[in-house]
């Protein structure tokens, strides 16, 4: 472990900020829980598949990372750089080029799958192959703009600021609702869960609020995981008055 370089210290700053891009990363992840969980056959398998399954993809992340920074000299963060600068044969650019593709292919099935889905859900007349092509249009303009690499850390961050608060709600939702909820209310149009045409307009509000939040605050107080906190504590004193305990099928009787 890296302790120590000439010229770089650790400190409390440093940390923060890698630290809320890693955290702001795995909110973004927060849309694919569902295909994490489809699977599992008990509740202790899914916390304990999805938690060591994340933390040891990070740590084998940050030590390779690592790594590779110190063998380069720490010139460079970038480990593909530093390894084609050492071996710039054609075999080890070949098979960086052959981790590149399948790291990129793997990942963004998942994430056009889940995009696309998402988006469906929200806009139903585009239908599933329109909404993902949406989707993918979209994503590729992004990966266009090297900002988002130069800049990844503040990138992440506000990312993760966005995110942060749909992560609330849906700890809320896991922990407090989920016990209560009524399955075949989820597909019936002006059910219990129809909200306001379909949307929870309060939740859908806490978002662009983290991110405006966010600015706010320094990177040393870990934004992400405070503003994860803060939405999460709201929305559950918002779903403590409007439930009062009662179930989904209970609440549509309510209000109509």
Known sequence: MVLEWPGYHWHWPLIATWLNTIVSTCFT??????????????????????????????????????YAVVAGGAVSINPFETITRLQPGGLVILLIMLVIFLDNWTIN??????????????????????????????????ACFPFLINQYSEVMGSIGALFAPISGVMLVWYYYEFSR??????????????????????????????????????VTVLPALLIMFLTSLIYWFYARRELHGYSGEQRYLNRN
């Open 181 to 218: 909820l009524d399955l075949a209310a989820l597909y019936q149009k002006n059910g219990a869960y129809w909200y306001c045409k379909g949307f929870n307009v309060f939740a859908c509000l806490l978002a662009p609020v983290g991110l405006l939040f966010s600015f706010c605050l320094p």
């Open 29 to 66: 992840c927060v849309t694919d829980a569902s295909d994490f969980s489809r699977y599992t056959r008990s509740e202790k398998s899914l916390w304990v598949g999805t938690l060591s399954g994340s933390l040891v993809g990070i740590i084998i992340g940050a030590l390779f990372g690592a």
């Open 109 to 142: 099935v998942i994430n056009l799958y889940t995009g696309g889905l998402s988006l469906c859900n929200s806009v139903e007349w585009l239908g599933r192959f329109w909404a993902t092509v949406i989707v993918v249009l979209a994503a590729s303009v992004l």
